[in-house]
């Protein structure tokens, strides 16, 4: 198949994420399997307007908001007929293909949104997002199928009006030969978490259930890598809380320090508002770190509850500094809980994903046929 792909940005992108990580390695190992892909997204500073990285064709055009003027303008006059199939990758905004695509589309929505929009963008744009994606979205993709990462997403979708035509799951994967257990645990009580420091992310809850946990684990300290900007508040927050001299904000970090970081872990923590899935849960798992996290959508698919970490309740600091704690002190649940973990992040490898989502496409390909 020639498979174009739309999405705002691609791996090497600064501000690259999830979505990112995930659309990427499915189409090298499409590519690997003699499909062709070509990826279409926003240009950042110093770029190169036409890349190739490991095999998939990329052309960058356009900024965070234009990328989708820009993919509407070079498919009507660059990709029209030449190729198989169009996914439409959303992050908030989609791409609206269907206006202008009469190929098989795909959309590929990670999660919806709704409140996240509320704490992320300011007015109007929070309320324009929102019925965008409630109102509009529904409509125009009534007819178009659906890919997402997990049961929780899906079900959200189908409440939104999503997915009319049909719905497939494809779970992110991780790189095995990178994440992998270490016998590099730290001396001391480590308690990670590696994300963008957005709003939503609610890192101040961990801050405040950290502030908590010290009074009865002292020795216990707190790593924060990535970036964001919400991190200034988050910075000044654990000042507030008297804890600045037990957390850390390391920034931005490579994958090796990020890999190297998640070994010596004792407990990753994430306690998101919401995500699609939760990559960095399994990622933690693989490195043979247990996590506790919010119980909300997408994080309660990626933590097996009471086996490979723990679900607290959102924006409960109590609750996460108990369920911390208890991994942190017994150190036999925490080794159970270590094993757990590594078995089940062995379920979700990149070429067991990749093949699962070019099924799907390839029906959705010979159904419109």
């Not at 356009?62 to 990758?89: E, H, M, P, Q, W």
């Not at 707190?222 to 809380?241: H, M, R, S």
Request: some cysteine; aromatic content about 10%; proline content about 4%.
């Amino acid at each position: 198949m020639n498979i174009l792909v739309f999405n705002w940005r691609d791996i090497k992108h600064p501000q690259a994420g999830g979505a990112e990580i995930n659309i990427h390695n499915l189409a090298k190992n499409w590519v690997l399997k003699g499909h062709k892909v070509t990826l279409f997204c926003g240009a950042y500073p110093n770029c190169v307007k036409k890349d190739n990285e490991d095999g998939i064709e990329i052309i960058r055009s356009g900024n965070r908001y234009t990328v989708y003027i820009s993919a509407f303008i070079n498919y009507l006059l660059r990709f029209s007929g030449k190729y198989d199939i169009v996914i439409d990758l959303e992050n908030g905004i989609p791409f609206f293909t269907p206006i202008f695509c009469r190929k098989p589309k795909v959309l590929l929505i990670h999660h919806i949104h709704e409140n996240v929009f509320f704490k992320e963008l300011k007015f109007p744009l929070n309320y324009f997002a929102f019925i965008l994606e409630q109102k509009i979205m529904p409509f125009l993709y009534k007819n178009t199928n659906v890919m997402t990462i997990s049961e929780s997403s899906k079900e959200e979708l189908i409440k939104a009006g999503l997915g009319g035509k049909k719905i497939g799951i494809v779970y992110p994967a991780i790189d095995h030969t990178q994440y992998k257990t270490s016998n590099t645990k730290s001396k001391i009580p480590l308690v990670v978490h590696i994300g963008r420091l957005k709003k939503y992310k609610s890192v101040d809850v961990l801050l405040h259930a950290f502030s908590i946990l010290a009074k009865d684990v002292p020795t216990a300290r707190l790593v924060i890598a990535g970036t964001g900007d919400y991190a200034p508040e988050l910075k000044i927050l654990a000042q507030n809380l008297n804890i600045d001299d037990k957390v850390d904000f390391r920034g931005f970090i490579s994958d090796e320090e990020k890999i190297n970081l998640l070994q010596k872990a004792w407990v990753s923590a994430n306690p998101s508002y919401k995500e699609g899935w939760g990559i960095t849960v399994i990622e933690a798992n693989a490195c043979g770190t247990p996590v506790v996290a919010s119980n909300v959508p997408g994080l309660k698919d990626s933590v097996i509850d009471g086996k490979t970490g723990f679900l607290a309740d959102y924006g409960n600091a109590g609750d996460f500094a108990n369920k911390i704690k208890l991994l942190l002190t017994d150190r036999k649940l925490r080794k159970d809980f270590e094993k757990n973990a590594v078995d089940w992040a062995k379920k979700f490898d990149w070429k067991t994903s990749a093949d699962v989502a070019l099924k799907f496409l390839s029906d959705c390909l010979q159904k419109r046929k």
